[in-house]
Nanobody, 118 residues
Framework: QVQLVESGGGLVQAGGSLRLSCAAS????????MGWYRQAPGKQRELVAVIASSGSTDYADSVKGRFTISRDNAKNTVYLQMNSLKPEDTAVYYC????????????WGQGTQVTVSS
């Protein structure tokens, strides 16, 4: 069984920064994609950023230029550096690991709250 443990959420003022971390543990040979989604109250869960094992990345338009995703394949860990935070970034942030071998399944973290005050 694979588990994802997130850390780094919290309360920050607008314009501030936070760094989220997510470590995958268990029997893992490889992870295809790792990424972050977020869900604000009353809204659907949305993709924030994703990174492939090759290092290629993709971002939601709303966070481009402010957030940076990175990963350490040796540690099965993904990071999200969030700068210039805005109140609309307030949400629960979920880590996801897609295409985890064996046996090619997806796993989600429990979520971490990020609150940006104005």
């Amino acid at each position: 069984q694979v588990q994802l443990v997130e850390s780094g959420g919290g309360l920050v003022q607008a314009g501030g920064s936070l760094r989220l971390s997510c470590a995958a543990s268990g029997t893992i040979f490889s992870i295809n994609y790792m990424g972050w989604y977020r869900q604000a109250p009353g809204k659907q869960r949305e993709l924030v950023a994703v990174i492939a094992s090759s290092g290629s990345t993709d971002y939601a338009d709303s966070v481009k230029g402010r957030f940076t995703i990175s990963r350490d394949n040796a540690k099965n860990t993904v990071y999200l550096q969030m700068n210039s935070l805005k109140p609309e970034d307030t949400a629960v942030y979920y880590c996801v690991a897609e295409g985890v071998l064996p046996p090619d399944e997806d796993y989600w973290g429990q979520g971490t709250q990020v609150t940006v005050s104005s």
